[in-house]
């Protein structure tokens, strides 16, 4: 199996730019969770979605923040317009059971975004 | 709210030392997960605990969850550099179904 995978693994951007970062969860799966990490705030999820409808977006930090998950297989989270606090390293991860069950999150690699 | 705090946030040692990091919460948690992750890398999962007082053991790797299901902890008997990374633990709200939460994570640095 592929594990989940991400793209790009590095986004260097200008404050302003539209962003957009995918991901591919790990097939099979039906639960997919995109995270922020930062030195600061450590891992914080934001936005949880189970059979491709978002479940819980409480964490996504502003409406420039969206993302959506078409079918099973693809997810994007796009910000517009980046700011310079956006930077940070995304991660995906997908499982097979939704939360609150115990199940393996599989992370992906994690897209290293920098806002300039 | 339910807050996982995680101590100590660094921790350096030699190798063939032993260690134990700590997550803790005010709160109640059906589950909790202990992840390591690796510079450039995503978290990987080590173990899930969900029973109060359970212990589970991974090779040199010994994982408790609190009687209370409100901590956990994970010791390393004679660590090795491969330990090194940074210890995550994590677990699901119960007010909030779907919602998953990390600690902030015990950096752990094992020189040779």
């Known amino acids: 199996d592929a594990g989940v995978i991400q793209s790009p693994r590095h986004e260097v951007t200008e404050m302003g730019q539209e962003v957009t970062l995918r991901c591919k969860p790990i097939?099979?799966?039906?639960?997919l969770f995109w995270y922020r990490q930062t030195m600061m705030r450590g891992l914080e999820l934001l936005i949880y979605?189970?059979?491709?409808?978002?479940?819980?977006d409480s964490g996504m930090p502003e409406d420039r923040f969206s993302a959506k998950m078409p079918n099973a297989s693809f997810s994007t989270l796009k910000i517009q317009p980046s700011e310079p606090r956006d930077s940070a390293v995304y991660f995906c991860?997908?499982?097979?059971?939704?939360?609150?069950?115990?199940?393996?999150?599989?992370f992906g690699p994690g897209t290293r975004l920098t806002v300039l | 709210t339910q807050l996982l705090e995680q101590s100590p946030q660094f921790l350096s040692i030699q190798e063939g030392e032993n260690l134990t990091v700590y997550c803790n919460s005010s709160?109640?948690?059906?589950?909790l997960q202990w992840y390591r992750q690796e510079p450039g890398e995503g978290p990987v999962l080590l173990v899930t605990?969900?029973?109060?007082?359970e212990v589970k053991k991974l090779k040199r790797l010994t994982f408790q969850f609190g009687d209370a299901r409100k901590d956990s902890s994970l010791h390393i008997t004679a660590a090795q550099p491969g330990d090194t990374g940074l210890y995550l633990c994590?677990?699901?709200?119960?007010?909030?179904?779907?919602?998953?939460?990390f600690g902030a994570g015990t950096q752990v640095v094992v020189t040779p």
């Open positions: 991860a997908s499982s097979r059971l939704p939360p609150p069950r115990p199940d393996t999150q599989y």
């Open positions: 097939s099979g799966h039906n639960s």
């Open positions: 979605f189970n059979n491709n409808v978002p479940i819980d």
């Open positions: 709160s109640v948690f059906s589950s």
């Open positions: 605990v969900v029973t109060g007082g």
């Open positions: 994590a677990g699901p709200f119960t007010d909030s179904w779907g919602k998953f939460q």
